[in-house]
Every structure is written in structure tokens, then in C-alpha cells.
């Protein structure tokens, strides 16, 4: 037990404490994830979403240039479609 608690203080001494967070790139890897393609399924569909999402893939690519690139949506349609900040959070619970 002793070492386990001189392990935690340790690690919040050494490690945790004055860590902040790198907003900018949380905010590039969020809109860089390729799992918001699920967002688009909906509108449509399954087969051509993950085509866009294979292509982004492949070829390094964003979700959206895979997007327009294919031609399957436009712009406005990708931005009004693709969310992530109302994909990720939790839950509210009812």
C-alpha cells in the first residue's frame, strides 16, 4: 500500500500537476477523426460514408476534402452534418 501511495504522489508531483491541455490540437485531432464519418450515415448512407472515409484513409485526407472530392455532398451540407461537438460528452441523463 505504501508504495502504491508514494507511486500516486509521485506521479501527481512529477507528472500531473501544471499539465494544461493543448486546445488547439484537441481541436485538430477531433475534426480529424475519421470516426465523425459516422455522422453523415444518416444522410447518406452507409456505403457511401465509408467510401469517404476509406478514401480520407488512403489518401490522407480530411473527412470533408474526401467528401467533396467523391461529390456526394457539398460544403454547407458537410459542416451542417458533421458536429463533433455535439457528438462527443456525455449523455444527459433523463
Known amino acids: 500500500m505504501r508504495l ?9 508531483e512529477h507528472c500531473a500537476v501544471g499539465i494544461e491541455p493543448n486546445r ?3 481541436s485538430q485531432l477531433l475534426n480529424e477523426s475519421l470516426m465523425l464519418v459516422t455522422a453523415l450515415n444518416t444522410h447518406i448512407g452507409y ?3 465509408a467510401e469517404i472515409a476509406k478514401k480520407a484513409h488512403h489518401e490522407g485526407l480530411t473527412l470533408k476534402a474526401s ?5 456526394y455532398l457539398t ?7 458533421v458536429r463533433p ?4 460528452g456525455s449523455l444527459a441523463i433523463r
Open 24 to 26: 488547439e490540437r484537441i
Open 4 to 12: 502504491l501511495a508514494d507511486g500516486m504522489a509521485s506521479f501527481n
Open 47 to 49: 456505403d457511401k460514408a
Open 85 to 88: 461537438e455535439e457528438m462527443v
Open 67 to 71: 467528401a467533396l472530392a467523391l461529390g
Open 75 to 81: 460544403e454547407a451540407e458537410f459542416d451542417s452534418w
